[in-house]
């Protein structure tokens, strides 16, 4: 059975920084480039940062470049996103997404809020 379970979201203040995790099983991690999406309220599901297979490169969207940075451990089956110096537009759904060729996983998703 394949799962992706993201954790470590939450209410944090404007400049704050949370690390994101996603626990992923059933499937051969090493395989599949992992990636981490966001929704907003009312917009759409955009890509965030991608961790491919060994020997890729990262890629970031634009407005979280330089803040962001999306990492994997291929022995633990893991995928991380620490993000710094959030910004209340970061706000969103965070979901962690695995894919491979046509194959396509996605975590439940994990609510960060960045507020005063």
């Known amino acids: 059975q394949v799962q992706l379970v993201e954790s470590g979201g939450g209410l944090v203040q404007p400049g704050g920084s949370l690390r994101l995790s996603c626990a992923a099983s059933g499937f051969t991690f090493s395989n599949y480039v992992m990636s981490w999406y966001r929704q907003a309220p009312g917009k759409e599901r955009e890509l965030v940062a991608a961790?491919?297979?060994?020997?890729?490169?990262?890629n970031y969207a634009d407005s979280v470049r330089g803040r962001f940075t999306v990492s994997r451990d291929n022995t633990k089956n893991m995928v991380y996103l620490q993000m710094n110096s959030l910004k209340p537009e970061d706000t969103a759904v965070y979901y962690c997404y695995a894919v491979r060729s046509k194959t396509v996983y996605w975590g439940q998703g994990t609510q960060v809020t960045v507020s005063s």
């Open positions: 961790a491919p297979r060994a020997g890729g490169t990262t």
